[in-house]
């Protein structure tokens, strides 16, 4: 694949990923239904692949990969109902940017672990902070909704993070549609008894919120994620990593048009300033593994 065809993909694959933001934050179908629904058509996608190109992964996969596979798939529906439930109380541009904070967790379990991370690294974590601070200061300051729809957001790109390094240490040995079979459909199977407990309806929707669902599952969870994986070995993952940030002004102009939802200016400054720390860690980083870049914010 020549390397001008790989970063038209990466911008279609970016375009996809920002949909689940605006989309999922007009929607009126309930936050758990969403990501039920996304996660079964992700568990069939991956499953279908994994059938077709790795059957004897399946006879190869141990006890320890598969209980870490489902124990992801548990993390990541903490990770989809937080985020989306975030993004109902705060705008989307502030939501999007706080769930962009992955990597920042990431370096902060690499520091829990003692693993050597470089100067710049943690300046870059510094400055990133520095604009977190001032994006939950500025919804502080607008109302409690708001501030919740932050922390919300700051906990599900922990989450996320926690999913990442464990993928990671998975997909050591075992393939990614494996993997992500066994994440997404244990994430549904987690998600079904909580609609059940909850009330929350998984059928029966409207048909503007059947068709909003399925904009999400294909723009973020097969498209998007899809294209990222085949621009991989081209490109490389740092600079697809470092693109994939492009998902937060993707998300906050597609919000403006479908929403009309105009990005707060007072937050605007702060996600500059955390996106350029962002850009520092991922480039001081050493090149993460594709599985770092499997599950963008959404």
């Known amino acids: 694949m020549s390397t001008f065809r790989a970063w038209i993909l990466v911008a279609v694959a970016v375009l996809g990923?920002?949909?689940?933001?605006?989309?999922?934050?007009?929607t009126l179908a309930p936050v758990v239904a969403i990501a039920f629904?996304?996660?079964?058509?992700?568990?069939?996608?991956s499953g279908t692949w994994a059938l077709l190109r790795d059957r004897p992964g399946f006879g190869a996969l141990t006890a320890r990969r598969f209980w870490?596979?489902?124990?992801?798939?548990?993390?990541?529906?903490?990770?989809?109902?937080?985020?989306?439930?975030g993004l109902r109380l705060t705008s989307v541009a502030a939501a999007t940017a706080l769930c962009a904070t992955t990597p920042i967790y990431t370096v902060a379990f690499d520091l829990v672990r003692r693993v050597p991370v470089p100067r710049a690294v943690l300046i870059g974590v510094a400055?990133?902070?520095?604009?977190?601070?001032?994006?939950?200061?500025?919804?502080?300051?607008?109302?409690?909704?708001?501030?919740a729809g932050d922390l919300l957001s700051l906990y599900a790109a922990?989450?996320?993070?926690?999913?990442?390094?464990?993928?990671?240490?998975?997909?050591?040995?075992?393939?990614?549609a494996l993997y992500t079979l066994i994440a997404y459909a244990s994430c549904a199977l987690v998600l079904l008894p909580t609609a059940l407990l909850t009330g929350t309806p998984l059928t029966g929707l409207s048909t503007r919120s059947w068709i909003e669902i399925g904009v999400v599952t294909v723009g973020a969870q097969v498209l998007g994620h899809t294209l990222i994986n085949?621009?991989?070995?081209?490109?490389?993952?740092?600079?697809?990593?470092?693109?994939?940030?492009?998902e937060v002004p993707g998300a906050a102009l597609l919000a403006w048009a479908w929403l009309g939802e105009a990005p707060p200016l007072a937050v605007l400054p702060g996600a500059v300033l955390m996106l350029a720390g962002l850009v520092v860690v991922v480039r001081s980083r050493r090149a993460p593994a594709p599985a770092e870049v499997l599950e963008p914010a959404a």
């Open 127 to 147: 400055v990133s902070m520095l604009g977190v601070v001032s994006i939950t200061g500025v919804d502080a300051g607008r109302s409690a909704q708001a501030l």
């Open 37 to 45: 629904w996304r996660n079964v058509a992700g568990a069939g996608v």
């Open 158 to 176: 922990g989450a996320m993070g926690v999913y990442v390094l464990t993928g990671e240490r998975v997909m050591r040995t075992t393939s990614p």
């Open 68 to 85: 870490l596979s489902v124990f992801s798939g548990l993390v990541l529906a903490t990770h989809f109902t937080s985020w989306f439930a």
């Open 17 to 26: 990923v920002s949909t689940s933001g605006p989309v999922t934050a007009g």
């Open 230 to 246: 085949v621009t991989l070995p081209t490109l490389g993952a740092t600079p697809v990593s470092l693109a994939i940030l492009f």
